[in-house]
């Protein structure tokens, strides 16, 4: 079994807070590891050791920098099936999908490495003689990077490489159904000889250490990935305190089939986006807008592509899709199912894997239905559970589309311009792709949303280091 443990200034430290014992939700007879939790002390020596590392570390050259992310890059890229194994047992994405993610992780670290030597500012004219003005960009300071468990891999190093890379040294709070990747990781990155202090890790319950990073020690920034809930309220706290956050929260991501769409193409982005991890992105498919006219035929398509579904343990090769991550996540997503059975109509359930009884398995599932206020159509499942609307024009499906409180990814499919342009014009989402399924951004793109989806920032691409960083305006009067 693997076991936690903190990384701090450079060292590791087991801390005894309490223990979880973190379950296989493929199979829940197989224990994964043991999670050693946290307490205040641990925050705050955190924080004194990024603050000590902030001050060598800010002040090395971009070009520097990049070279730990080089080397932390190539040992990741080294262990990929390791770390890849371990993610799929902890919290059940399928393994080939899991490795893919790992990857994604290297090839982030590469992109924000090689921003250590773009040029990070501009000469502005001045109105007097013989005086220089410009700009440049200058890390924060100590960043507090809080993450999900659903992108194990990814969403830590969409955050934590381009804060470092800026010259902030990092507390990560992982999730804690993600916590063994993520001292997997930290070691992983150690071995690069990343200095101490710069990267620091302590794994604990929000409801233990996360006030403690929030409240009691003076962060520069904080960046979060998890539920709106807790993003909201991270928000009002590090308004509070003028902490500089960004919050990355929940979907309800609409996918519009109009009468032109080509099926045969459709279908599979339709399923991939609602039911691939098992339902659990913030990007997934979790309304279906079809066009009246090509209605009946989806169905029946869908029907066929879903009934063929291949739910597996993680470890599958096979797997198209996995269990939920744990036994809360399975309690909340059956309770939708539920749901559906009681008040929608079923259009269709995938099939039950053998190994059912054993883990945390839900069929994937599409209902119908249910009007446009119902929670199966306004509140995120974060599950494999799908809602499908029928609407009688164009029009009428981008009002479907943007009756949401969330605006985080919509996609459209269709064969005609007027109408593609005029959703990515219209349609009331951070992220809008036509002929796409709603999941999967590409790294080098901005991520986030709008309303409440995001607190109005972005993630990824070139958009981070702007977060990550703030203008100083310099001028020299050299008369």
């Known amino acids: 079994m693997v076991n936690s443990q903190n990384w701090i200034g450079g ?24 999670l050693h939790l ?27 920098r990049a070279e730990y992310l080089y ?36 090839n982030l670290l590469r992109y924000y490495a090689a921003e250590g030597v773009r040029a990070n500012g501009s000469v502005i004219p001045s109105n007097e003689a013989n005086v220089l003005q410009y700009t440049k960009r200058v890390p924060l300071g100590v960043v507090g990077i809080i993450t999900p468990w659903n992108f194990p891999v990814a969403i830590p190093i969409w955050k934590i490489a381009p804060a470092l890379i800026c010259g902030n040294t990092v507390i ?18 150690a071995s690069a000889d990343l200095p101490a202090g710069v990267l620091n890790l302590v794994i604990g319950k929000g409801s233990q250490i996360g006030d403690v990073l ?30 500089k956050y960004q919050t990355e929260m929940g979907g309800k991501n609409a996918a519009i089939v109009l009468n032109d769409a080509n099926l045969d193409k459709t279908i599979p982005m339709i399923i991939s986006g609602a039911f691939r991890s098992a339902g659990q992105k913030c990007t997934a498919t979790s309304r279906i807008i079809v066009e009246n006219g090509i209605y009946e035929p989806f169905v029946d398509a869908l029907k066929k592509a879903v009934s063929a579904i291949k739910l597996a343990p993680s470890l ?47 069929r994937p599932l599409v209902a119908a239905g249910v009007d446009t206020d119902h929670p199966l159509i306004q509140e995120e499942i974060f599950g494999p559970v799908a809602a499908l609307l029928k609407a009688s024009d164009f029009e009428e499906t981008i009002a479907l589309c943007n009756r949401t409180i969330f605006g985080l990814s919509a996609s459209l499919f269709t064969q005609n311009l007027v109408h593609a342009l005029r959703f990515l014009d219209e349609a009331q989402a951070g992220m809008v ?47």
């Open 316 to 362: 599958d090769p096979a797997a198209y899709l996995g269990p939920v991550a744990s036994a809360s996540q399975h309690k909340t997503v059956m309770s939708y199912v539920t749901m559906a059975r009681e008040q929608a109509e079923i259009v269709v359930e995938g099939p039950s894997p053998a190994e059912a009884k054993q883990g945390h398995y839900i």
């Open 433 to 479: 792709r036509v002929n796409q399924e709603t999941a999967g951004v590409e790294y080098q793109a901005p991520f986030g949303g709008m309303k409440l989806s995001s607190s109005h920032t972005r993630e990824q691409g070139q958009a981070a280091l702007d977060f990550y960083t703030e203008i100083k305006t310099c001028a020299v009067s050299y008369a």
């Open 38 to 64: 946290s307490d205040a002390s641990h925050v705050i020596q955190a924080d004194q050791a990024a603050r000590i590392a902030f001050a060598s570390w800010s002040r090395l050259t971009g070009a520097a």
């Open 71 to 106: 080397k932390m890059a190539a040992a990741l890229e080294a262990r990929l099936v390791e770390v890849a194994t371990l993610a799929s047992m902890e919290m059940g994405k399928p393994i080939m999908e899991m490795r893919g993610e790992v990857m994604r992780g290297v």
């Open 11 to 34: 060292e590791w430290i087991t801390p005894n807070a309490g223990e979880i014992v973190i379950k296989n939700p493929s199979n829940v007879q197989d224990d994964v590891g043991v």
């Open 172 to 189: 990560w709070k992982p999730a804690e159904f993600a916590s063994l990747t993520a001292s997997r990781l930290v070691e992983i990155f």
């Open 214 to 243: 929030l409240e009691q020690i003076l962060l520069n920034a904080v960046s979060f990935t998890g539920s709106t809930s807790t993003g909201t309220r991270i928000a009002e706290i590090c308004a509070r305190r003028n902490i």
